[in-house]
């Protein structure tokens, strides 16, 4: 888990609008009780407008991350008609994936107003993760969501 914290701190230092969610961010709010879950990435919601992404692809190239869009390596001068429509990119940097989309089924408006800083790092809300698990309806992602209550 620590292992992100770096660029997820350069991202909130840089300015980059954005919530940690996903399992990444429950181990965040409940480390006690997810000592032993092993984590695969770090998903990520951008604000979704271009500025914003092409800040955060060059935040993650300045860190030595390479910066992919569906399989199409991307840097912050490529062009926005490669943006749209396409809602998601990954980030590698050996082992560690970071998955970010910049369009998500809940507002960024509503997640923006909820998010929470925790050691410099922005999650979304416990309930807005536990939202998009129940919708992404896994069923590890609902045995996670039963474990914790939520």
């Not at 888990?1 to 429950?26: C, F, K, N, Q």
Request: glycine share 6%; hydrophobic share 50%; with cysteine.
């Amino acid at each position: 888990m620590e292992a992100y914290l770096p660029i997820l701190r350069a991202l909130s230092d840089a300015g980059v609008e954005y919530a940690a969610i996903g399992t990444w961010a429950l181990k965040a709010y409940f480390p006690a009780k997810m000592t032993d879950y092993l984590l695969h990435d770090c998903d990520v919601v951008l604000a979704p407008d271009e500025a914003n992404a092409r800040l955060t692809i060059a935040v993650l190239t300045a860190q030595h991350w390479e910066v992919c869009i569906w399989g199409e390596s991307v840097d912050a001068r490529t062009p926005a008609s490669d943006f749209v429509g396409k809602y998601y990119m990954r980030a590698m940097q050996g082992n560690l994936v970071l998955d970010l989309t910049y369009e998500c089924m809940i507002e960024w408006a509503q997640m923006t107003s909820q998010k929470t800083n925790i050691a410099g790092v922005w999650l979304a809300a416990v309930g807005d993760i536990a939202q998009l698990k129940r919708c992404k309806g896994t069923p590890q992602d609902l045995a996670l969501l039963e474990a914790l209550a939520l």
